[in-house]
């Protein structure tokens, strides 16, 4: 099975900050890797898919890279909405998915 | 609108079964490969099974295999997942979720989520 590691666990940042967090694979994943955000007591949205393909309707200061074990989600000039926990999912393995353990970005 | 509603949830003793509905509207849900996914208390995503546009395939975390069963149902636009022998553990909100299962070159994330609904599995 492949597993997911985020880091860091959690980031506490300021409105206008720029924030990475970072997904780790236990192999590689080519650049099979989304991202999502949620907020307490709502349901994921999609963020990224493929690495860094912009989910229709997310903010342009959201932005994903990476490829094969490493990849990073950052955001440019955190926005108040921003604060929220963040999940990367890799679907690299044919329909069976794993999720991070999340990274929470709370306010300075 | 595109949308997913989840209903079925409650508290249950461990051993007892349940089976959650997953509504959808404003989309043609043959189309998509459909998830369930599930968070614990304070807990993260746990993605628990999915099940491919025509139904010939189905995939299980390792956790609830043999336990669950995911299956759909075109005619009532709806997702279901049947849930059986349940432990405390099982106990989360459960989500479904627009999916795409497969080939990866050809998946976009789980794009629509329903609000969740609630299982306890307590004595």
């Known amino acids: 099975d492949i597993q997911m590691t985020q880091s860091p666990s959690t980031l506490s940042a300021s409105v206008g900050d720029r924030v990475t967090i970072t997904c780790r694979a236990s192999q590689s994943i080519s650049r099979w890797l989304a991202w999502y955000q949620q907020r307490p007591g709502k349901a994921p949205k999609l963020l990224i898919y493929k690495a860094s393909s912009l989910a229709s309707g997310v903010p342009s200061r959201f932005s994903g890279s990476g490829s094969g074990t490493e990849f990073t989600l950052t955001i440019t000039s955190l926005q108040p909405d921003d604060f929220a926990t963040y999940y990367c999912q890799q679907y690299n393995s044919y329909s069976l998915w794993t999720f991070g353990q999340g990274t929470k970005v709370e306010i300075k | 609108d595109v949308q997913l509603v989840e209903s079925g949830g409650g508290l249950v003793h461990p051993g007892g079964s349940l089976r959650l509905s997953c509504a959808a509207s404003?989309?043609?849900?043959?189309?998509?490969?459909m998830s369930w996914v599930r968070q614990a208390p304070g807990k993260g995503l746990e993605w628990v099974a999915n099940?491919?546009?025509?139904?010939?395939?189905?995939y299980y975390v390792d956790s609830v295999k043999g336990r669950f069963n995911i299956s759909r149902d075109h005619a009532k636009n709806s997702v279901f997942l049947q849930m059986n022998s349940l432990r405390v553990e099982d106990t989360a909100v459960y989500y479904c979720?627009?999916?795409?299962?497969?080939?990866?070159?050809?998946?976009?994330?789980?794009?629509?989520w329903g609000q969740g609904t609630t299982v306890t599995v307590s004595s």
């Open positions: 099940i491919k546009q025509d139904g010939s395939e189905k």
């Open positions: 979720a627009r999916d795409y299962g497969g080939n990866p070159a050809y998946y976009y994330g789980m794009d629509v």
């Open positions: 404003g989309f043609t849900l043959s189309n998509y490969w």
